[in-house]
């Protein structure tokens, strides 16, 4: 997208070369190449890094066999970079879990109670989690659907030694290769400001001290340039952050003894960090010229300028024009040619998609199809060749806003009806939607498209499984249930399967978090609805139990932003066209009888704009299709919706303006900061904080599970108070879904005997 430019911007235009600048216009070092990538996607073309932790993991592979497996999987993207004609190759943005993890171990910022066994061990189990330890917090990427671990940094943390084993072995990994490479870290502001703890940004100087260490390590190996990732340079900054971005680059500048250094922004525009990171004394910024504008500042004539013309975050062609437009307009000692940041969060190559329409595969380009945009690029540039025609401005076409939709009754007027019809225990025990997804399901879905498999013994297959869930659920003593939706590969994927507008591809796997990952649909045309989609999974769970079943659907901004989409139309429209469809099989789901529908929304606040000012523009959109999709609803049908994530604070008004019934958050996993005062406020109706951390195989025990209800009875009224884990339970197994959820029944019985 493209901003209007801003009065700062223009000012720095007009500005003289001042006298303390001139001295930062050093001769720029020079960068090895014209074309470069900021980072590649590294869970395999075949995930073959999930199949090999999930084997090391499971016990059936040792740590040598997941090292051999992950030294092939560099060796084989280096290979292909260099094949593709690639001039500087990124190094260290392969990992076994997550480069903000990785930087964490290397920096020594390592939680004493992890430090224990194997490096592997250690590493593992902050990811994790062990038997007797819960894992660090796991969260959103910026507007990303990957996940990071978050560090641990407190007023107290005590670092440990730098670490540059990692880095270092992948430099000398590729060296053996034959490739010279540009390790990656995180840098120490986008380090610190993501790490949770009191006030990161007072630990500055020791994080620094841990930079300064790994720079020298690596300069010692020869390394000529670092690239430090500073994604959160793009988002809002107070002056006291902008501070601590130059004091942290005069000193990391200022080292005796380092390689140049590459500080890379992306997923939006500098504004206010560009002067802070173009006045000190680093080598190299690289800017995000998709999202942001053509940076200006006199004392890039001194440095090198990454230029991130071809996107990584979306998979259409890059427009030629555009990118050179850009490129000829940026003054710098030396312009690359490079992407919007990582490849990471694009799949790996459009020629392995043979399903695909030819004249929607002909518009795409996957993370193989950008390296060589990236290198075709370098070369015209290099040749001087200029667009061929005014680069327009890739803005949608406006068009006239459409009436929300609205037909329900106030929250009491609605709850009393709820409550005559559905007759519920105090402290409702309930599950988010999905339950473990056997081998034996996959399997038969792959069968299925092989031709191996006939729709018929697939279907029963999907019964057998859907009577299974029920009877757990049943057995367990649980007050609403879920059909558990067997039938779906992905909440996503399964509903683009099933509606017109979306494309979907066999192997455009994206890492969503560690061995987790997703192939997100390509929203390309006019979404609708061609018929039911839910509705016979629902009705024949609900004819199997005489306890409620909770219809299952995903919603309009979810759909939208799991998906690649188009950019011809504003994303409020997009969304609204998914809420229609989304709203018809509301309507589907009450005609036959169902009483709750949960239209999850995990992804409200994942597409919030990093900038504030575009933020509730954003949100109005977001909410309008959340309401176009269920305010279709009965008052006496109970709408509940899911969040997964925890700093819900930042857009309470948009989840109060939801209008959902109930509302599950994730909590286990983040410590109940949702009912912390400031958050759960937001909360005016059914709330249920989530009691059971469902990223971990741990089994939490009825005591960790009461102490949670608590924590959630001494902030909320009990009446509005639901029971139920943070999340889905589709990537956990049965025996640890079955024990976690009987010390759930158990926990709430007792919280409810308490009364
Ligand atoms: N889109 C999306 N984003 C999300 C979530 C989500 O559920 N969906 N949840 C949150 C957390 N993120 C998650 C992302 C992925 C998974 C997940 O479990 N993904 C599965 C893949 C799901 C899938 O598409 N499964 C397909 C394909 C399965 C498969 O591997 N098939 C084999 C063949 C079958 C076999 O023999 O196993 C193959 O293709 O090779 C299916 O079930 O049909 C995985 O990585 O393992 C979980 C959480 C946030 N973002
Ligand atoms: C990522 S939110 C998941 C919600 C979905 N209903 C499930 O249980 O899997
Ligand atoms: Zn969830």
């Not at 290979?79 to 997550?98: E, I, K, V």
């Not at 990093?610 to 977001?622: K, N």
Request: glycine fraction near 8%; include cysteine; charged fraction near 20%.
């Amino acid at each position: 997208m493209l901003c209007e430019p801003t009065g700062s911007r223009q000012d720095a235009l007009d500005l003289q070369i001042r006298p303390e600048w001139k001295e930062l216009i050093v001769t720029a070092v020079s960068f090895p190449g014209t074309s470069t990538v900021l980072g590649y996607p590294r869970i395999g073309p075949r995930r073959e890094l999930k199949r090999a932790l999930e084997s090391y993991w499971e016990g059936a592979a040792s740590a040598d066999d997941l090292r051999a497996a992950g030294a092939g999987l560099r060796e084989q993207t280096w290979r292909r970079l260099a094949g593709l004609g690639l001039a500087a190759l990124p190094s260290n943005t392969f990992s076994y879990y997550d480069q903000v993890l990785d930087t964490a171990v290397a920096l020594g910022a390592v939680p004493a109670r992890y430090r224990a066994g194997t490096p592997e061990q250690t590493y593992f189990a902050m990811a994790r989690g062990t038997a007797g330890l819960a894992p660090l917090r796991m969260t959103k990427w910026f507007d990303t659907n990957y996940h990071y671990i978050v560090p641990e940094i407190g007023p107290d943390t005590e670092f440990g030694p730098a670490d540059p084993g990692k880095a270092l072995a992948e430099v000398r990994e590729a060296r053996a290769l034959g490739y010279e490479t540009r390790p990656v870290l995180v840098g120490p502001i986008t380090f610190l400001l993501l790490a949770q703890g009191t006030a990161p940004l007072d630990r500055l100087d020791d994080v620094l001290g841990g930079y300064a260490a790994l720079l020298a390590a690596l300069a010692d190996e020869g390394v000529d340039w670092v690239q430090l990732d500073e994604p959160a340079l793009v988002a809002d900054r107070t002056p006291a952050e902008l501070a601590a971005v130059r004091a942290a680059y005069d000193r990391l500048g200022a080292l005796p003894r380092r390689p140049a250094l590459l500080v890379a922004s992306y997923f939006g525009d500098l504004g206010e960090a560009l002067p802070a990171l173009a006045e000190s004394p680093i080598e190299g910024i690289a800017v995000d010229l998709v999202r942001g504008e053509v940076p200006r500042h006199p004392a890039l004539a001194g440095k090198v300028v990454v230029a991130g013309v071809v996107s990584g975050r979306e998979v259409w062609r890059t427009d030629r024009d555009r990118a050179l437009a850009s490129l000829h307009a940026i003054q710098a000692g030396q312009v690359v040619v490079g992407t919007a940041g990582s490849l990471l969060h694009v799949p790996y190559d459009v020629e392995a998609e043979t399903g695909l329409e030819p004249a929607l595969r002909d518009r795409l380009a996957f993370a193989e199809q950008k390296v060589a945009e990236v290198v075709e690029l370098a070369e015209l540039f290099a040749s001087g060749v200029r667009p061929q025609r005014a680069a327009v401005p890739s803005r949608p076409r406006e068009s006239a806003p459409v009436a929300e939709r609205e037909g329900r009754s106030p929250y009491p007027v609605r709850a009393a009806a709820q409550a005559g019809r559905l007759s519920l225990p105090v402290l409702p025990v309930t599950t988010i939607g999905s339950f473990p997804q056997t081998g034996e399901l996959r399997a038969a879905r792959a069968q299925v498209a092989a031709g191996t498999l006939t729709e018929a013994d697939y279907e029963a297959l999907v019964r057998g499984e859907i009577e299974h869930a029920i009877g757990v659920q049943e057995r367990l003593g649980l007050d609403v249930l879920v059909h558990g939706e067997p039938e779906r590969n992905d909440m996503v994927q399964y509903f683009a399967e099933h509606l017109d507008g979306f494309a979907v591809t066999r192997h455009g796997w994206v890492q969503s978090y560690g061995s987790r990952c997703t192939r997100p649909p390509i929203l390309h045309g006019d979404v609708s609805r061609p018929g039911p989609i839910t509705v016979r999974w629902a009705t024949y769970a609900q004819s199997l139990t005489a306890k409620p079943v909770k219809g299952m659907l995903t919603g309009p901004v979810t759909i939208t932003a799991w998906s690649f989409r188009r950019d011809d139309l504003p994303l409020r429209e997009v969304m609204y066209q998914v809420a229609d469809a989304i709203r018809a099989e509301v309507a589907d789901l009450e005609a036959a009888g169902i009483g709750i529908v949960q239209v999850d929304e995990p992804a409200l606040r994942e597409l919030l704009p990093l900038r504030r000012a575009d933020q509730d523009a954003y949100l109005a959109g977001a909410v309008g299709a959340y309401r176009r999709a269920t305010s279709g609803a009965g008052d006496s049908t109970q709408i509940h919706t899911h969040l997964c994530y925890s700093d819900a604070d930042q857009i309470a008004a948009a989840i109060d303006g939801l209008d959902a019934d109930v509302t599950s958050v994730e909590s286990a996993r983040s410590d109940g900061r949702i009912l912390a005062e400031s958050a759960v406020g937001a909360f005016t109706r059914g709330l249920g904080p989530g009691v059971y951390d469902i990223h971990s195989p741990r089994v939490p025990s009825v005591t960790e599970v009461e102490k949670l209800l608590g924590a959630a009875l001494a902030v909320l009224p009990a009446g509005r108070v639901w029971v139920n884990p943070d999340c889905g339970l589709k990537t956990r197994t049965y025996p640890q879904v079955e024990a976690a959820l009987a010390n759930l029944v158990t926990a709430a019985a007792s919280a409810r005997q308490a009364l």
